[in-house]
Structure formats: structure tokens, C-alpha cells
């Protein structure tokens, strides 16, 4: 029998695989190409955001924080993970500053309102390589799973 680890990690293969080999440089290019691979609006898309919801009202993930973010942590950077940390974000505001050394891959849920992450609604939403920001969704609440190439992040002060 898998354990839930197993279980969990299997739910995000189809969004790795999306991920896998992108050029991240290119934001819209590469969101594109992940609509393309994995569509947000498919049935596959469908029963990732049902599972999620299940999950997230169970406790499951998002476990630590609370709202204006609650957090979790899926699995750090394996050869199982395609060599990407997954982390899933709970969100109706700002989070902590921060850079992507090697970029930042997001698949974004609504789960109230209208939200929006940095202007972007639900969906992929992708950051470039050395990029900086304040996580921020507005309009809303989110439920945002975050595909960070070899795990790399940097916090920052806030400027």
C-alpha cells in the first residue's frame, strides 16, 4: 500500500510533468505551453481542484498559518518530483517577499470571490528566473500549488 506521501505526490505528476524541461524565461511562452500540456479548464484539471478542496477542508495540506496564508509543504525536490519542490499556498493577501533563483511554476485555484495572484486569475501563473515579488491575491481566496525548479527560493526583506 502507498503511503499518503506517495498518494499526494502521485496527485501532482500531471502538473510535473507539465512543468518539466520549461523554459521559464519567457513567462507567457511558458504558460502557454503548460496550458497546453495540463489545461486548467480540463477534466484532469477538474479532479486535481476536487482533491485539493477535499484535502484542504480535511486538514490535510496547508496545515501551518493562517489566513492571510496558510501553508504546507508537499515534498522538497526529489528525482520522484522531477527534481521540483511542491508547496501549496492558501491565500486571500500578501505573503512573504521573496526570489525565484531558478523561477517559479504556480498552478492557481479560486476558492472564493474572484481572486487574482499578482493580476493573474486562475491557472498557471509563471515567474522567470531571479525574479522578486510579494506573493499578493486579491479579490479573493486561492489555493496556489507552487513547482519550484531544484526547490530554490530565496526569502528577502521586505523593501
Known sequence: MASTA???LELFLPLLQAAQGLD???PAQARTELESRFPAASADADALRTTLSKWL???EICERGELPMCFGRITKQTPESLDFSI???HMNGPGPRHKH???EVN???ATDGEPLFDGQGPGWVVFPPDSVHVPTVTGGT???VYLLPSGAMEFMKSA
Open 6 to 8: 506517495d498518494t499526494k
Open 107 to 109: 498552478f492557481c485555484i
Open 101 to 103: 533563483p531558478q523561477g
Open 142 to 144: 486561492m489555493l496556489i
Open 87 to 89: 508547496d501549496i499556498v
Open 24 to 26: 521559464l524565461s519567457d
Open 57 to 59: 477542508a480535511a486538514g
